[in-house]
């Protein structure tokens, strides 16, 4: 995405007018190279005194579950005024009372007024904001006498090009062949899913008679797994942050786990049904390792209706006999025993499916995802969209497919 190369129509509160040199810039996301815009300033007759400029420039949208700091706090930048040494300065997004409508605003140091003054700025955005930001900031900048009046005003903006993310943001899952070999398949980080070629993780993990995600894998390496092995030994491969050996040897957690049918990491801890259908919460204890868990908790019983399930950072989503999918979001109430909500329908027809599991982001920007394989052999990813109902998220009404062939494999985490 190219910058355009005619610089920005200037406009002018009173006879001052401010223009972005050169227009808007385009900041590529995960390059880690910030973009320098310049803003050529002149002031209006008769300005005397400090003058103090500003940026002020309204997102995009703003995610739901980000405190105003930390979004602007993910917003870097520097300023030289005049060719003086560059300084930096912080993003504010102002909520004080009477303020009505959110803007991200950079503050530049007050210089004394001239008829001419040049900013240079430079920009960068953290690649986890960088989505509620782009394709673009457009906004003002703007010049403030000391008594605070507006002398001189013009347009401002950057490009944000979203790239592709950081392997730490895109997603990986996992599959077992029936030699008992298991693969790793990862997010390209394209606008629509797709994944790279399977690598070999290695082998041996057919000695297992259920392996499953205890939190979620990235493509940097990072996100663990369980395996259960035939004598009911529990066991504990960590995330390496190396995806070319994304996981470091097993760890024994303990024995006696054969008297679960079903066991899956979730948002607060690990979840495991026994034969007679009960389900038991191990929840993780507050500031120990991953492998940590409290007492296990009595969830409740007929947990058996369900014939799939899989974790989600937020919850579980399950599916009935029937082939209805439901999402169980986790309670914000920690003291309850049952940690989930009411259970809510997210729709019919998923008993074409004989595995499902959910994945951090496999496009790109998107959200988390759900992956499932259809009894051919194809498998499909459905991008996540916040639900309402659920207070949480679940898997939207579209599909894409990305892999076929993929009964070879008698797992898929």
């Known amino acids: 995405m190219a910058a355009p190369a005619a610089a920005a129509t200037a406009e002018a509160t009173g006879t001052g007018t401010v223009v972005q040199t050169g227009g808007r810039p385009t900041f590529r996301v995960g390059s880690g190279v910030p973009v320098k815009s310049r803003f050529d300033v002149t002031l209006p007759a008769g300005v005397t005194g400090q003058v103090k400029a500003r940026l002020v420039l309204p997102p995009r949208y703003l995610p739901m579950d980000s405190y105003p700091e930390n979004v602007a706090g993910a917003v870097h930048s520097t300023v030289s005024v005049n060719g003086a040494r560059a300084v930096p300065v912080s993003w504010q997004l102002p909520t004080d009372p009477g303020v009505t409508e959110l803007n991200l605003v950079l503050d530049l140091p007050a210089v004394a007024a001239a008829g001419t003054l040049t900013y240079e700025v430079t920009f960068a955005a953290e690649d986890w904001v960088s989505f509620y930001l782009a394709p673009s900031l457009d906004g003002r900048f703007e010049v403030l006498d000391a008594s605070a009046t507006p002398v001189a005003s013009g347009s401002a903006g950057f490009l944000i090009d979203l790239g592709t993310p950081a392997r730490d943001m ?8 029936k030699s008992g070999v298991l693969w790793r398949y990862e997010s390209l980080g394209q ?18 008679s259920l392996i499953s995600r205890l939190t979620p894998t990235y493509a940097n390496g990072r996100g663990d797994l369980l395996g259960r092995d035939k004598a009911g030994v529990l066991w504990y491969h960590q995330g390496s942050g190396n995806p070319a050996e994304p996981f470091k040897p097993r760890v024994r957690l303990g024995a006696g786990w054969n008297i679960y049918t079903a066991i899956t990491g979730y948002g607060d801890g690990m979840l495991a049904r026994d034969t007679s259908g009960a389900l038991w919460n ?6 120990e390792p991953a ?26 989503l399950t599916r009935d006999a029937s082939g209805v999918l439901w999402k169980h979001t986790v309670d914000t109430d920690s ?15 998923w008993n074409t499916y004989n595995s499902i599991a959910a994945t951090p982001d496999l496009g790109r920007w998107s959200g988390d995802d759900l992956v499932a394989r259809d009894r051919n052999g194809d498998v499909w990813a459905y991008d996540e969209e916040y639900s309402a109902a659920a207070q949480g998220g679940v898997p939207g009404p579209v599909r894409q497919r990305i892999g076929w062939g993929w009964n070879i494999y008698d797992a898929i985490v």
């Open 170 to 177: 895109r997603g990986a899952f996992h599959a077992r062949d």
């Open 191 to 208: 606008e629509v899913q797709a994944l790279t070629g399977r690598t070999r993780v290695g082998g041996g993990w057919g000695t297992y």
């Open 282 to 287: 191990f929840r993780h204890k507050s500031g």
């Open 291 to 316: 492998t940590s868990f409290e007492p296990r908790v009595r969830v409740g019983a007929g947990w058996n209706a369900y014939t799939a399930w899989t974790g989600t950072p937020d919850g579980v």
């Open 335 to 349: 003291t309850k025993a049952n940690p989930f909500l009411p259970r809510v329908r997210v729709g019919g027809g």
